[in-house]
């Protein structure tokens, strides 16, 4: 197999890994989401005057209700937020993905022993 077939496919494989890191971030950031709001379900069951507590490493702290609903709707928002930034990147990685495969089969089909013309874009 020549180098150039075999850089390709590293690369390919490099992006394969980044996607199933990607992946992996989202089903961390869903449970995350889910554990929130949760327990945001269950603090607004909570009366306003009853005692509260937030958990910081391994001690309970007391805190208010609002301080609290606060800080998890913020924690809630951010995750959305990350989430909307690791879609944009699967979507980047599958298209990349698809753009390799493409190459490569094209690369092979040729059986050609030259490498291919260099590309317009070196982000790629």
Not at 98 to 107: A, L, P, V
């Amino acid at each position: 197999m020549p180098p150039w077939l075999q850089e390709q496919i590293m690369k390919m494989q490099q992006s394969q890994q980044n996607l199933q890191s990607v992946m992996t971030q989202k089903q961390h950031l869903d449970i995350e989401k889910a554990e929130t709001e949760k327990a945001l379900e269950e603090l607004k069951k909570v009366a306003d005057g009853d005692a509260v507590f937030k958990q910081a490493g391994t001690v309970l702290i007391k805190s208010t209700k609002q301080e609290l609903i606060d800080e998890l709707e913020e924690k809630a928002e951010m995750a959305k937020t990350r989430v909307t930034v690791l879609d944009k990147q699967e979507e980047r990685l599958k298209e990349s993905l698809k753009e390799q495969e493409t190459k490569i089969t094209e690369m092979m089909k040729s059986g050609s022993t030259s490498p291919p013309p260099a590309e317009d874009n070196p982000r790629k």
